[in-house]
Nanobody
Framework: QVQLAESGGGSVQAGGSLRLSCAAS????????MGWYRQAPGKQRDLVAQ???????NYADSVKGRFTISRDNANNTMYLQMNSLKPEDTAVYYC?????????WGQGTQVTVSS
């Protein structure tokens, strides 16, 4: 079993920054690709960024140059540093991890960016 817990969300003005964290617990020695997804009201859940265990990274075009994903394998934690935030970044952000051939999701953390 894998449990994921996001933290670090909140409200910020446009141009500001937030850092999200995702802490994994449980049977986690087989964690593989992890990623951040977001879902705004009335929209589908979309990939923001993902990172493999060995550090290969992919970003959505909308966040390239503004967001940075990283992971600390020793502490079983993934991060998303979000800079130059825009109102369109407002969404619930979810942590996802692949382990044991299955996907696991956190409960999400709200990010609100005001203009």
């Amino acid at each position: 079993q894998v449990q994921l817990a996001e933290s670090g969300g909140g409200s910020v003005q446009a141009g500001g920054s937030l850092r999200l964290s995702c802490a994994a617990s449980g049977i986690i020695f087989n964690l593989r690709t992890m990623g951040w997804y977001r879902q705004a009201p009335g929209k589908q859940r979309d990939l923001v960024a993902q990172i493999t265990r060995d550090g290969t990274i992919n970003y959505a075009d909308s966040v390239k140059g503004r967001f940075t994903i990283s992971r600390d394998n020793a502490n079983n934690t993934m991060y998303l540093q979000m800079n130059s935030l825009k109102p369109e970044d407002t969404a619930v952000y979810y942590c996802k991890a692949n382990a044991w051939g299955d996907n696991y999701w956190g409960q999400g953390t709200q990010v609100t960016v005001s203009s």
